[in-house]
């Protein structure tokens, strides 16, 4: 069975990191891309990191460049996110998505709050 669990999501102050996780099973991580999106309330998903099989991290938002960072480890099965400088408007649930040609699974996300 294919899953994709998020973990790591929580309450953050301002300033604050967090690291987020994406455990994978059910299927050949090390053969899939791996995207984090995240969605924020009353808005569209959107495309945060893509983590390539060999462990190399995009980031692709412009709100998070130099904040975040994806890392993955292929003999975990789990890739990660790295957040710092953690801002309210990071607020939002994060998903991971692993695709692989026709192949796309996506976790049931976690929630971060950054507030104080």
């Known amino acids: 069975q294919v899953q994709l669990v998020e973990s790591g999501g929580g309450l953050v102050q301002p300033g604050g990191s967090l690291r987020l996780s994406c455990a994978a099973s059910g299927f050949t991580f090390s053969t899939y891309t791996i995207y984090w999106y995240r969605q924020a309330p009353g808005k569209e998903r959107e495309l945060v990191a893509v983590i390539d099989t060999a462990g190399g991290s995009t980031v692709n938002a412009d709100s998070v460049k130099g904040r975040f960072t994806g890392s993955r480890d292929n003999a975990k099965k789990t890739v990660y996110l790295q957040m710092s400088g953690l801002k309210p408007e990071d607020t939002a649930v994060y998903y991971c998505?692993?695709?692989?040609?026709?192949?796309?699974?996506w976790g049931k996300g976690t929630l971060v709050t950054v507030s104080s």
């Open positions: 998505n692993a695709r692989y040609f026709t192949a796309n699974y």
